[in-house]
């Protein structure tokens, strides 16, 4: 008995916090499990379950892995709101979240890769999405971020965004995409639908090449650069290949494929690439997956990941 009430009260106080928030907290809902979060001012790490809903304020973080993913909901005091959907392998923590007369102040430190949607009637008196590389310092209506280790990279789907970085401060329309490193901001115009991350990095750095193997009617792409990896896809005899790097022998090359990377022998495509980027042989590309995905996720993320037909490597079937 003392169990089911204490049950019944916990569920009853996080029901409460969620439907009584108030100016200073945002809303966490887990899409997936694989979420864990801490909270201000502590040091342990909760898991969190499918479906979960809770507040989450300033100094709160989570952390996803391989197969979570988690929706922020940010509000202001008319009803208006702003959405965040927060894909594996991302990091997020909430610096300062505050409601000032229909107005929000956002910053967030972020890490991985994620959708943003911005509700009608919303507006930022203050608006920062802190990364290692870079900040998002003004929000476009619909717009996805990425940042890692090597850069920070940000596209528009509607509306416009201001992205500052190596010294710089420049303005990303609808259609566009920005790379921000270290030293410098790279841009990339007329990117085509869907506008994923990879194909950023591809319209900026690769080189064109055709599939062409002399053995068989296709050509295999692998996660790595060896025939060890697993196979991901292949090239139709014929297909264009975007090729942005190679190994040392420079017996393959690394490829874009949908919204991810892959490998394939040197010898299974005509081109001529001078000067490419060297790979180590132990290269393992990281393939991001949406795992039971919703409307929600369609929602935001569609313009740059597409459909389920468009990309099966973001959109993978469940598995037990």
């Avoid at 709160?60 to 988690?70: E, M």
Wanted: glycine share 10%; with cysteine; net charge negative.
């Amino acid at each position: 008995m003392r169990r089911w009430l204490f049950g019944v009260l916990l569920g009853l106080i996080v029901v409460t916090g969620v439907s009584a928030q108030s100016p200073y907290s945002a809303v966490l809902r887990i899409m997936n499990t694989g979420v864990e979060l801490r909270r201000l001012n502590t040091e342990a790490w909760l898991a969190t379950r499918q479906n979960a809903e809770m507040p989450f304020g300033a100094g709160d973080v989570i952390r996803i892995n391989n197969r979570g993913r988690a929706l922020l909901t940010f509000w202001d005091d008319q009803g208006h709101s702003a959405e965040m959907m927060v894909l594996p392998y991302s990091t997020v923590e909430i610096m300062q979240f505050e409601v000032d007369a229909g107005t929000l102040r956002l910053q967030l430190r972020f890490a991985g890769q994620a959708g943003v949607q911005l509700g009608e009637g919303v507006r930022f008196a203050a608006f920062d999405i802190e990364t290692d590389h870079g900040h998002v310092t003004q929000a476009a209506q619909h717009f996805a971020v990425q940042a890692n280790d090597s850069a920070t990279r940000v596209i528009v789907a509607v509306g416009a965004a201001e992205v500052t970085g190596a010294g710089q401060i420049v303005t990303v329309a609808s259609g566009e995409g920005v790379r921000v490193r270290d030293t410098a901001i790279q841009s990339s115009t007329a990117l085509t639908y869907p506008m994923n991350f990879a194909k950023l990095d591809s319209a900026l750095d690769s080189c064109a090449g055709v599939a062409n193997s002399t053995l068989y009617p296709s050509v295999n792409i692998r996660q790595g650069p060896g025939d060890g990896y697993d196979i991901i896809g292949e090239f139709i005899n014929g297909d264009p290949v975007e090729i942005l790097g190679t190994t040392p022998l420079g017996d393959r090359y690394r490829v874009r494929f949908l919204s991810a990377f892959g490998w394939v022998v040197a010898d299974g495509i005509e081109a001529t690439c001078p000067d490419l980027p060297v790979f180590p042989y132990e290269t393992l590309e990281q393939v991001y997956g949406v795992i039971g995905f919703t409307d929600a996720d369609l929602r935001l993320l569609e313009p740059f990941f597409g459909l389920r037909r468009d990309d099966y490597l973001f959109y993978p079937l469940p598995t037990n």
